[in-house]
């Protein structure tokens, strides 16, 4: 037997309606902000993401899935969304359109770490990609598209927020950060150790206990940002009280991506365990540039469907139920099990939700599987209803029958299910 790979998991018949509703509700909310979808390929040329992402962060140096083609080509399986909707957004001329380009996606994405609660090697996202706009209004819409998201899926979450700043203003922070650290060199972990050089924000957003010990006491980015940064992130903040969306400033958030800057957040919930983000995004002006294009502001934001799958189940949110077949069509042998396939194939067709037996089944055996599959009445052919043009329908909540010639059929169902 040939097992599922570590870190991936099915989604199952019986579970997949749970994820049919997420994404709905996920496509309604991004309709609302007048968002339109884009879909990009599963794998890009790696420098997209070595440009893009960054090469001091994990996803790039410990957690892509990277491979040659036969080309002899550098290919990678998407760590995340936003790295290939800036591509897109380049190579197909967005910029030259309509601004701001508001988008949103739904994809699967591929990460090499240790699983745990919420977190598999392969992934989904939605997520959401403003371009174009540089004021922190747009901040706050994204973020209250998010906002919305999780409310509308019935979430209890909190908002956190932080601003890292832009380039000139984070070359003070990183000279501060560096002073404060040197003397606790030895204590960090061999990853916090080689992100001194490199990065040193990066330190904030190590997971391990003791380094997170240490920099509990770090300078903050927030006595650092430059007057344009700081004006940008005191609009942020009217924005949010505009749009009545609460929320907590916490410093210490950095976003584990290279090319944010400026505003960063994250919605955290304390159900799914220590690493509680469900949703997390930011500003990044910088990656159109960085990646070859015309220089162009962004914003954006991913949420994790399995996180918030994990986190609804945990609280309690109940999900609405599928829908169920309408009617089920019995049929007592042979010949009438083909007038009940050609009954059940007009219906389907009429766009009523209808089933019927493929196993051949004895009839009792039929109601009780029309039963387990919930249809609501059930519609049962013999001889005698062979002869006389009807079958006799019964109700499987009242147990009451009545007779319905074959030829009214599709108008007889199509009230039932309006009422």
Request: charged share 30%.
């Amino acid at each position: 037997m040939i097992n599922i790979p570590k870190g991936t998991k099915d989604v199952l018949p019986a579970d997949a309606y749970k994820w049919q509703y997420v994404e709905g509700v996920a496509r309604e909310t991004a309709k609302l902000y007048n968002l339109k979808e884009i879909r990009t390929p599963v794998f890009e040329h790696t420098e997209l993401f070595l440009r893009g992402v960054g090469d001091t962060t994990d996803i790039v140096t410990k957690e892509m899935y990277t491979f040659r083609d036969k080309g002899d080509r550098s290919i990678t399986l998407k760590p995340e969304g936003t790295a290939g909707a800036a591509r897109s957004f380049i190579e197909n001329g967005l910029g030259n359109g309509v601004l701001p380009a508001k988008m949103y996606y739904i994809t699967p994405a591929f990460r090499y770490e240790r699983p745990q609660a919420g977190r598999l090697r392969e992934f989904h996202q939605f997520g959401v990609e403003v371009f174009g706009a540089k004021g922190a209004d747009a901040d706050a819409e994204v973020i209250s598209l998010a906002d919305s998201l999780l409310k509308r899926l019935g979430l209890k979450v909190k908002l956190r927020i932080n601003s890292i700043g832009c380039p000139s203003c984070r070359a003070a922070y990183n000279k501060a950060l560096k002073e404060y650290f040197a003397p606790h060199l030895d204590g960090l972990c061999y990853d916090c150790k080689a992100r001194f050089e490199k990065n040193p924000l990066r330190l904030l957003d190590c997971k391990e206990e003791e380094c997170r010990k240490i920099n509990a006491q770090a300078p903050s980015i927030l006595d650092y940002l430059c007057p344009e940064c700081a004006e940008h992130f005191e609009a942020l903040k009217a924005y949010l009280a505009l749009a009545g969306i609460e929320y907590e400033i916490d410093p210490r958030i950095v976003r584990g991506l290279d090319y944010y800057t400026r505003t960063v957040f994250e919605f955290v919930s304390d159900d799914i365990g220590a690493q509680g983000t469900v949703c997390g995004g930011g500003r990044y002006d910088g990656l159109i540039g960085e990646l070859g294009g015309a220089p162009a502001p962004a914003v954006g934001f991913a949420a994790g469907i399995e996180r918030l799958l994990l986190v609804m189940e945990s609280t309690g949110v109940k999900i609405p139920e599928e829908e169920k077949p309408l009617v089920y069509f019995a049929g007592m042998d042979a010949e009438c099990r083909k007038k009940a396939f050609a009954l059940t194939i007009a219906l389907r067709h009429a766009g009523i939700y209808a089933e019927t037996d493929h196993m051949e089944r004895s009839i009792k055996a039929q109601f009780k599987y029309a039963d387990k599959i919930g249809a609501k009445y059930v519609a049962v052919i013999g001889g005698n209803e062979l002869q006389e043009g009807a079958m006799n329908v019964k109700c499987m909540a009242s147990s009451e029958s009545e007779k319905v010639d074959f030829s009214s059929a599709a108008e007889y169902f199509r009230k039932k299910k309006g009422e």
